[in-house]
């Protein structure tokens, strides 16, 4: 089998210009920070200012973390259950559950009912992994309400580097990350939430890295960093277009954005991605994001948008022969087959 394309959401390391500024701000920060200094509540100034001209929302309200699992636990605190949209990131289901929390799944259309009292809510915008639905605004404005009303709940914009960002209203905490933007290894992240929240604030600098790494960062972006990032994600668009014009019908709907999408298989998830591996495309199952339908997903980042077609067109083809595989008239004789 010869790879044609990984579409699991496998991310480069940087290039050259974003590894030249990323050390001149290691090298200030060097200059001015003891590695033994202690980052205060909330996060370094420097780096909150940073933040401020990308999340968006003003930097008193930013409280520094290590990422989106990091501020489950404080931000879910004495909550009696977590209502968390279906499809999601089961990432965040686990880190839920470790904090001893009962955790029920369901759609956007079903989040939006009366909820019982100490029912936090939890939901992603903009452009949800896996499938890449927006929230649309009624949906946004009924989970303002439910936080007016004395509900927590959390707004996740991990991907806002995608799509435009929902309007921050301060009803609802939300949580960012720099991860699907600059990598894994990033681990930086944060919460817009109310600073006179004191719990909340000394529970999110629990999570919080060190002040050399927050320093280091907030040097970075302010250099421009978060741009040089961006450029790296420049052909996305572009490897959207050219998967699903490969792909044929399979395409998203128009509320659909960003790098993640869930693709419908007609077998089981399990065996869809064997055969798609087996044919040179890595993809994700469906069923590692809670997908109601056999599903599989794939994600477009840094992918040549040639490599992308490539993929749909490969993608559109092997669905096509398990369809066949999966036909009424197919299973009828292997039925017969079997009982001769």
Known sequence: ??????????????SAPELKAWRRAA??????????????PGGDRMLREALAHVVPAAADRIMVTSGVRASVGPLL??????????PTFAGVVHAIRRERVPVRAESWERMVRPQPSGTALWFTAPCRNPDGRCADEAFLTAMTAAAESGHRVVGNTAYQWFAPSPPLTTAVSW???????AGRGARLGWVVADPADEDLLHGLALTAPPLLT?????????????????????????????FFAALGPAGPDGDRQGPNFLIPVPVDDAEAVTRLAEAGVRVAPGSAFDAVEPSVRVTLTHVPPEIAGAAGDLVARVL????????????RRAGQDAAG
């Open 1 to 14: 089998m010869t790879l044609i394309a990984d579409l699991t959401g496998a991310r480069p390391l940087w």
């Open 27 to 40: 090298v200030q920060t060097l200059a001015e920070v003891d590695p033994t200094m202690a980052a205060p």
């Open 77 to 86: 605190r004495d909550c009696a259950e977590v209502v968390i949209e279906r």
């Open 175 to 181: 949580t960012g990350t720099l991860h699907k933007l």
């Open 214 to 242: 927050q320093r280091t960062w907030g040097r970075f972006l302010a250099g421009g960093g978060a741009d040089l990032l961006r450029q790296g994600h420049q052909e996305l668009r572009a490897a959207v277009a050219a």
């Open 320 to 331: 096509t022969a398990m369809s066949a595989g999966n036909s009424p008239g197919r299973r």
